[in-house]
């Protein structure tokens, strides 16, 4: 089992840049993949960027050019860093983990609110 713990939302003005941070309980090694979701109130979960175990990464198009992922192994931390934040990035923030076994893990969610 895999407990994943995010922070750093919070409250920031748009165009400015906030690090999220998800911490796993156990080593990272055996991730296959981890990524980051959000839910804005009202709006359906949805995919906001992910990293493999290899490297690989994927954003959604509406934040491209603004969000880096990234994984540290060795701290068994995931990060998502956001820049030129927009209002609609709006949302909680969850971050997510799918083991090389398949089995998939959720956190509990951060806030993350852009005043315009």
Known sequence: ???LVESGGGLVQAGGSLRLSCAAS???F???VMGWYRQAPGKQRELVATISSGGSIDYADSVKGRFTISR???KNTMYLQMSSLKPEDTAVYYCHAVTVGGLGYWGQ???VTVSS
């Open 72 to 74: 540290d192994n060795a």
């Open 109 to 111: 969610g951060t806030q």
């Open 1 to 3: 089992q895999v407990q």
């Open 30 to 32: 055996s991730i296959n």
């Open 26 to 28: 156990r080593s990272i």
